[in-house]
C-alpha cells in the first residue's frame, strides 16, 4: 500500500444554504443593451423600464418569490432558476420597486428568512 498521499489534506466542500435574500437590487432605466445581454425581452419600453435582481437561499425559493413578484405588481418574469435561487423581474421602476419590496416582507415574515435592503442603480 503506498503512502504518497501521507500529509496531505483533503478539502470537502458543502453549500449549506441559509434562509435568506443576499442580493435585492433594482437597476433604474437600464441601458438597452443590458437587455440585450440578459436575453429579456427587447420589446420592452425601455425609457420606462426597471430591471429587479434577486439571490435567494435555498435556491428553490426563487419560486415562490417569482409568485409573490407577479401577485404585487404588474412585472414581467424575465429569468427564475430554482437551481441558483436567481430571480430578474422587469417592469415600471414603480412596479419592480413594489414587487421586491413584497417578496422581502412575504419571505421575511411568513418564511422566517434574513432579508437585505433593497440597492438602486
Same mark, same amino acid.
Given at each position: 500500500m503506498s503512502? %504518497?498521499?501521507e500529509g496531505t489534506s483533503r478539502i470537502v466542500q458543502e453549500l449549506v444554504p441559509g434562509k %435568506?435574500?443576499?442580493i435585492a437590487h433594482l437597476i433604474a432605466s437600464p441601458d438597452p443593451e443590458l437587455y440585450r445581454k440578459l436575453g429579456l425581452d427587447p420589446r420592452i419600453d425601455h425609457s420606462k423600464s426597471a430591471i429587479g435582481v434577486l439571490t435567494i437561499s435555498p435556491a428553490e425559493t426563487a419560486i415562490i418569490a417569482a409568485d409573490v413578484a407577479m401577485k404585487a405588481a404588474g412585472i414581467e418574469i424575465g429569468f427564475v432558476d430554482r437551481f441558483s435561487g436567481t430571480l430578474i423581474v422587469t417592469g415600471t421602476i414603480s412596479?419592480?420597486?413594489a414587487s421586491i419590496s413584497a417578496v422581502l416582507a412575504y419571505v421575511e415574515t411568513k418564511m422566517n428568512f434574513q432579508v437585505c435592503e433593497i440597492t438602486r442603480t
Open positions: 503512502r %504518497e498521499y %435568506e435574500i443576499t412596479e419592480v420597486e
